[in-house]
């Protein structure tokens, strides 16, 4: 049987026991026996939900078994008194031993609920002394002044409620904790249970000489519930010293209080109990005890808001990863100062390669190192990500610290397994406010980042040449929707058949009032605010287009391909190859006619812009690498990239007639493409010797002015072009 199902079992197994007690004869021997059974059953029911739960704390729960146990013996001590020597069983010996088990039970009460606050202390006791009140007006008052009992009577009769009262504020202060469990709360029912029956036999005792027989279900169904409250899979939860630190002030709880607070007032509206001098001194006592314990609990509440307030105000102001100030902490900065802007590089591949577990190492160890290298008393904040802020006093110590920044953040990381780099690009400005100040540092670290440097300081040209681009967005846009864009195409050309084998898709802006805009201001722009995707996505469709209408107009004299360029942005699209894909199927072009031209940097993180690549190659499509040879690895590249094509860079060609190392690495790239079966195209040709030189090295595939600008209605005939 499953956890779950013990308890629930244990119940509905107690439930027939107390049905079948009910149907047995009234005070026979069978009777008592299932009685009895029922009260050792319990208690052998808490030892083995100890044993199967391997409770937190066991001390608590072998202190119960103790007093039920001990109950238990008080029961077989009535039952001998009642059925063995036929003698009246109250009082007698029985009484010692009901009356040693609460003790043990408080005991263990008191460790389940010690701790959480004085708040919690005064509500249980608020409860207590209400009930303890009416107790003592209905109960305990006139058992003590009934001159029908003997002293003996009288004492017994007063310690059973007076007892019950004191483990009622202890239940109370077990309900009105946050943290209670269903094994807490199955608890707190076993001793309202306990409380019902004890009450109503004293009751029933002082005012009257009916059966008690109905009392006996309150104690068996308060044996069965401390069994299930062992039984619970819950039992075995630790203690949440937080939980009842945490206020909870519920309308029921509200209410409940507020009536224990008034019951005092209120008993000296009702007849006869204000006209009794002890009943008066014990309400006014009552009274004041609760007026002071309302004050403590409101007391208690104000600190643990303010404690509260506190905490939340520290996890509003610190970044929960590296236990730094976060950005709205780091604002507060008052006065003039310097601000240094640092960004880690490379975090994202880190996150989507080997996971955020593994990332966020990388961050919390950059964290930690930044820290130690500044100077004491310096603000370091995590502003976002990847990127943090130091706040220093001058530019003296901003360089210096910047300096020490470059040095520690070049050592590897060791996270997750795996020794990883994680670079920096930093920032640095100074202003009168910590706002301003924190932007143009951050403008200058970005502008590090796309130079390459390690740093850079703040200057004016950064925030125009900022608001230059911010202009340049706006208009991208306008200009996308009005079609002031055009494609253009630049023939790739093969020796010695000067023959226009291929065409390169190049974009250019004809704006209104700017005339021809270059692409490398519009370009880096809409990569920035990422209307290079939707820009591309243009550029692409109509290359297609373009191309596949050549081919049904020229026949065989039409282009084989028509390369398009693909930015960083768009590989790094999961939806990109669709995109294609879709693209090829609009415009009815064969994916083999279809190049696409990355750089090295676009696929040097690896991720989803190789796995984009890859779905490429898989269409048909031909991929590719611009520029090669300028990368930070190109020949690393080529074991990871799908590869067809690789446009050598113009840095190699311009001085390519030149006897010197230009001629040895396109030599050598050439070799390189032959040995693995690739394509070389030579760009930026613009000389017939350059052609003739490189056509000499091996290349047959060549691209640049010298054949033909990039134009809307290229030429395909063999006298156009250039011979080589």
């Not at 970005?446 to 004016?460: C, D, L, M, V």
Request: proline letters at 4%; a negative charge.
């Amino acid at each position: 049987m499953g956890r779950e199902k013990l308890w629930r079992g244990w119940i509905a197994a107690g439930v027939l026991a107390i049905a079948g007690y009910y149907l047995l004869p009234a005070g026979g021997v069978a009777a008592s026996l299932v009685y009895n059974v029922i009260g050792l059953a319990s208690v052998l029911g808490i030892l083995a939900g100890v044993r199967l739960h391997r409770v937190a704390r066991p001390a608590l729960w072998y202190w119960f078994a103790a007093g039920q146990f001990t109950w238990v013996v008080g029961d077989l001590v009535y039952e001998y008194y009642e059925h063995v020597l036929h003698q009246e069983p109250y009082p007698s010996a029985a009484d010692a031993f009901y009356l040693a088990s609460y003790p043990m039970l408080v005991v263990g009460l008191w460790m389940l609920i010690r701790g959480g606050g004085g708040a919690r202390a005064a509500e249980a006791a608020i409860a207590g002394i209400g009930f303890g009140l009416a107790l003592w007006i209905f109960v305990l008052h006139p058992i003590a002044t009934d001159a029908a009992n003997s002293t003996l009577e009288r004492v017994i009769g007063i310690a059973y409620p007076a007892a019950d009262a004191l483990i009622l504020a202890l239940a109370a202060r077990l309900l009105v904790s946050r943290g209670s469990t269903a094994s807490t709360r199955l608890l707190v029912m076993a001793v309202l249970f306990l409380l019902f029956s004890d009450v109503g036999f004293s009751v029933v005792t002082l005012y009257a000489d009916g059966d008690d027989r109905i009392l006996s279900a309150g104690w068996l169904i308060s044996y069965v519930l401390w069994a299930a409250a062992a039984l619970h899979p819950s039992a075995a939860a630790p203690p949440d010293p937080a939980a009842d630190n945490t206020i909870r002030a519920g309308r029921a709880q509200f209410a409940a209080l507020t009536a224990c607070a008034l019951l005092a007032p209120a008993m000296l509206f009702l007849p006869g109990v204000g006209a009794d001098t002890v009943d008066r001194v014990a309400i006014g006592a009552c009274s004041v005890l609760l007026f002071l314990l309302s004050v403590a609990r409101v007391f208690a509440l104000t600190r643990t808001v303010q404690g509260q307030t506190a905490e939340l105000e520290r996890i509003a102001l610190h970044d929960e990863l590296t236990g730094l100030p976060n950005r709205r902490h780091f604002e507060q900065a008052r006065g003039p100062l310097h601000v240094v802007f640092l960004g880690l590089s490379g975090l994202k591949n880190i996150n989507d390669e080997l996971g955020r577990p593994v990332g966020d190492q990388v961050v919390a160890v950059s964290a930690a190192r930044i820290f130690a290298a500044a100077p004491e008393a310096t603000q370091v904040a995590r502003i976002g990500g990847d990127e943090f802020a130091l706040a220093l006093p001058d530019a003296e110590t901003a360089a210096r610290v910047v300096q020490r920044l470059v040095a520690v953040l070049r050592e590897p990381v060791e996270a997750g397994g795996h020794e990883l780099l994680a670079g920096a690009s930093m920032g640095v400005a100074e202003a009168g406010g910590v706002l301003e100040a924190l932007r143009r540092a951050e403008a200058a670290m970005h502008a590090a980042k796309q130079t390459g440097e390690p740093y850079r300081a703040w200057s004016a040209e950064l925030d125009e040449r900022a608001g230059e681009h911010a202009r340049l967005g706006a208009e991208l846009r306008a200009a996308l929707d009005a079609g002031q864009f055009q494609v253009v195409y630049q023939p790739i050309v093969r020796l010695p058949e000067r023959r226009v084998t291929a065409v390169e898709a190049l974009v250019r802006w004809q704006h209104p009032q700017r005339g021809m805009v270059s692409p490398a201001a519009f370009i880096p722009v809409a990569e920035q605010n990422g209307l290079i995707v939707e820009l591309g996505a243009w550029i692409l469709h109509t290359a297609c287009r373009r191309m596949a209408d050549w081919r049904a107009e020229l026949g065989a004299l039409a282009p084989d391909r028509v390369s398009v360029n693909v930015s960083a942005r768009q590989l790094a699209r999961a939806d990109f190859p669709a995109t294609v894909a879709a693209a090829l199927a609009t415009t009815g072009l064969p994916a083999r006619c279809l190049t696409i031209e990355v750089t090295e940097t676009a696929v040097f993180g690896g991720g989803q812009a190789l796995t984009s690549l890859h779905e490429l190659r898989a269409l048909g499509v031909r991929i590719a690498l611009d520029d090669f040879g300028t990368g930070h690895s190109s020949l690393g590249l080529l074991q990871t990239v799908p590869v067809d094509v690789l446009k050598v860079d113009k840095s190699f060609v311009d001085n390519i007639t030149e006897a010197g190392r230009h001629t040895v690495i396109a030599r050598a790239l050439i070799q390189v493409s032959e040995g693995l079966g690739l394509t070389a195209v030579a760009e930026g040709v613009e000389t017939a010797e350059q052609a003739t030189a490189l056509y000499e090295l091996g290349y047959r595939l060549l691209q640049g002015y010298y054949f033909g600008k990039p134009t809307a209605e290229p030429r395909f005939e063999v006298d156009f072009i250039h011979a080589g």
